[in-house]
C-alpha cells in the first residue's frame, strides 16, 4: 500500500493496482470562501494542491476508486465534481448516495457496513464529528477500514475521538490509522475533530498501529498546527509511532 496526502483530508491510497481517491477537495485555494462561526475571514482551502493541473489530471484518469466520508465542502467540493470522470465508482455511506448519484455520478455504491472490490474488503466506520449540538449540526459522518489478506489501512475521517473509535481498532486491528488532526472549533462548542490530545490516546490505545496525521493547516478552523502537534507527539515519545504527513507527501505503508 501506498499513501499521498494531497490537501487536508483528500488521500491517493493505492492497494496493489487499485488506486482509491479519498475526500476530494480539488479547488483553488480560496474557492470555498470563508467558513462560517470561524471568527476570521479567511478563504478556505488555505493552500492550493501541491502538483500541478497537468498532474491532477493524470491522476484522476489513473484513479480507480472515490471514497467519500460526507459530503462537507472541505472533503467534497464543487471542482470535484467537475472533474472526476461521473463513470467513476463513488464509495460511500447510505445516507448520502443518492445526493451524489443526483451530481451525475453513474456508479454510486453504498457501503452500508461492507462490500468487497476485487481482493479488498472495504468496512465503513463510524465516526463523531465533534459533540452536543455543533456535533449535531455537522452531521453524520463515517471512517473507512480498506483490508486484504495481509494488510489493512483505517481512515478514521472526521471524528473526535470517543468509545466508538476505539471499537473500531478492536474490531479491526488496523495495521496503519490516518486521523484528521487539527483540533479544527468554530466560535461556539468543542473540537469536531482530533486534538493532539486525542492523537495521543490513539496512539496509545493502539501502540501495534502507525498513526498517521492529516487535515492540518488547510482549512480556516483548525487550531492546532504540524510543529504544536509533533511537538506534543515528541513530548509524549510516540516519534516513532505517530506521523505528521505533509501536502503531496508519499508514504509506503509498510506492514512487518
Known amino acids: 500500500m501506498k499513501l499521498q ?20 477537495m480539488l479547488g483553488d485555494k480560496g474557492s470555498l470562501g470563508s467558513f462560517p462561526m470561524t471568527d476570521n475571514d479567511l478563504l478556505n482551502p488555505l493552500v492550493d494542491l501541491p502538483f500541478s493541473y497537468e498532474d491532477l489530471a493524470e491522476k484522476l484518469k489513473n484513479t480507480d476508486i472515490i471514497a467519500v466520508t460526507h459530503l462537507h465542502p472541505d472533503h467534497w467540493d464543487a471542482k470535484a465534481i467537475e472533474l472526476i470522470n461521473k463513470n467513476t465508482p463513488v464509495l460511500c455511506s447510505g445516507e448520502i448516495a443518492d445526493q451524489i448519484a443526483q451530481y451525475g455520478f453513474q456508479n454510486v ?123 506534543r507527539i515528541i513530548e509524549n515519545k510516540l516519534d516513532s509511532q505517530c506521523f505528521i504527513l505533509n501536502d503531496g507527501e508519499e508514504v509506503e505503508l509498510r506492514f512487518s
Open 5 to 24: 496526502l494531497w490537501r487536508n483530508a483528500t488521500l491517493l491510497l493505492k492497494i496493489g493496482k487499485i488506486t482509491i481517491l479519498v475526500d476530494p
Open 109 to 231: 455504491f453504498s457501503v452500508n457496513e461492507h462490500i468487497q472490490w476485487e481482493n479488498i474488503d472495504i468496512f465503513t466506520t463510524k465516526g463523531r464529528h465533534g459533540t452536543g449540538e455543533i456535533g449535531e449540526k455537522m452531521g453524520k459522518v463515517n471512517g473507512f477500514l480498506f483490508k486484504t489478506q495481509e494488510q489493512s489501512v483505517y481512515i478514521a475521517g472526521d471524528s473526535i475521538w470517543y468509545e466508538e473509535i476505539a471499537d473500531e481498532i478492536d474490531k479491526h486491528q488496523p495495521q496503519h490509522i490516518i486521523v484528521a488532526g487539527g483540533a479544527a472549533t468554530f466560535s461556539v462548542g468543542d473540537p469536531i475533530i482530533m486534538t493532539s490530545e486525542d492523537i495521543i490516546k490513539v496512539c496509545e490505545y493502539a501502540p501495534q498501529a502507525k498513526v498517521w496525521v492529516t487535515h492540518l493547516e488547510a482549512v480556516s478552523h483548525c487550531t492546532e498546527n504540524r510543529m504544536l502537534i509533533r511537538e
